[in-house]
C-alpha cells in the first residue's frame, strides 16, 4: 500500500521568511496529493491541492510543487505570519475509491 | 453549527469500559472516516464507509468497531478500552466520485486510566 514520509518533523522560521515542507510517496499511481493544516484544538484544514496531471499550484502565499518522477511534493509558504504557525499534514490517494494515506506531520513555528 | 460534528470532545474513562464517539454531518457526503492521531505518529486511518452498507478496516482497526446508521452518522466504538488507546480521535467526510479532499470534525481528546 501507499506510504507518506514528510520532513522535517519540526520547522522554526523568522517571520517573514519562507517555510518548505517535503514529502515523500510509495506509489507511483497516486494521484492526489493534499495538504492540511491543524491549529491548535482543530481538526485538520485543507489548505492546497494538487493532482498529478498538475507540476504546481498557487494560492496567494502558499504553493505546491510535485515531481512525479522522483514521487515527491511539497508545499511552500512565503512571507510566514505568525498565524502559519500550526501543524501541516502532507497526504496522497492512489484513486478516488480509497482513502488517503497521511504523513506523520510538520510543527511550523514562525517567531515574530 | 459545524458541517462535521463529534461528541463528546472530551472523554476520561477508565480501562475495560466500553465508549462510543460520534460523529454527525450536514454536508450531505457520502463517505466517512475515522482517524487517530497520536503525537508524531500522524493521522492513522482506523474504518472508513464509502456507504451506509459499506464498512473497511483501515490501518488500525483492532479494537474498534464502527456502525454507520445512516448517511450522516458514523459512531466509533472501543469494546473494551485500554490505555494505549488514549488519542485525539476525528472523524473526517468526503464526496463520492473522485478524489477530494477531506472535511474533518474538531476531535475528540479521549483518555483511557
Known amino acids: 500500500g501507499e506510504n507518506v514520509e514528510q520532513h522535517p518533523s519540526t520547522l522554526s522560521v523568522q517571520e517573514g521568511d519562507s517555510a518548505v515542507i517535503k514529502c515523500t510517496y510509495s506509489?507511483?499511481?497516486?494521484?492526489?496529493f493534499p495538504w492540511y493544516k491543524q491549529e491548535l484544538g482543530k481538526g485538520p484544514q485543507l489548505i492546497i491541492d494538487?493532482?498529478?496531471?498538475?507540476g504546481e499550484k498557487k494560492d496567494q502565499r502558499i504553493a505546491v510543487t510535485l515531481n512525479k518522477t522522483a514521487k515527491h511534493f511539497s508545499l511552500h509558504i512565503t512571507e510566514t505570519q505568525p498565524e502559519d504557525s500550526a501543524v501541516y499534514f502532507c497526504?496522497?490517494?492512489?484513486?478516488?475509491?480509497?482513502?488517503?494515506?497521511f504523513g506523520k506531520g510538520t510543527r511550523l513555528s514562525v517567531i515574530a | 453549527d459545524a458541517d462535521v460534528t463529534q461528541t463528546p470532545r472530551n472523554r476520561i474513562t477508565k480501562t475495560g469500559k466500553r465508549i462510543m464517539l460520534e460523529c454527525s454531518q450536514t454536508?450531505?457526503?457520502?463517505?466517512m472516516y475515522w482517524y487517530r492521531q497520536d503525537p508524531g505518529l500522524g493521522l492513522r486511518l482506523i474504518y472508513y464507509?464509502?456507504?451506509?452498507?459499506?464498512?473497511n478496516k483501515g490501518e488500525i482497526s483492532d479494537g474498534y468497531s464502527v456502525s454507520r446508521q445512516a448517511q450522516a452518522k458514523f459512531s466509533l466504538s472501543l469494546e473494551s478500552a485500554i490505555p494505549n488507546q488514549t488519542a485525539l480521535y476525528f472523524c473526517?467526510?468526503?464526496?463520492?466520485?473522485?478524489?477530494?479532499?477531506?472535511?474533518f470534525g474538531s476531535g475528540t481528546r479521549l483518555t483511557v486510566v
Open positions: 494538487i493532482r498529478s496531471n498538475v
Open positions: 473526517a467526510t468526503s464526496q463520492t466520485g473522485g478524489s477530494y479532499g477531506y472535511t
Open positions: 497526504a496522497a490517494q492512489h484513486s478516488g475509491n480509497t482513502p488517503l494515506v
Open positions: 506509489d507511483s499511481a497516486s494521484n492526489y
Open positions: 454536508k450531505g457526503h457520502d463517505r
Open positions: 464507509s464509502f456507504d451506509v452498507k459499506d464498512i
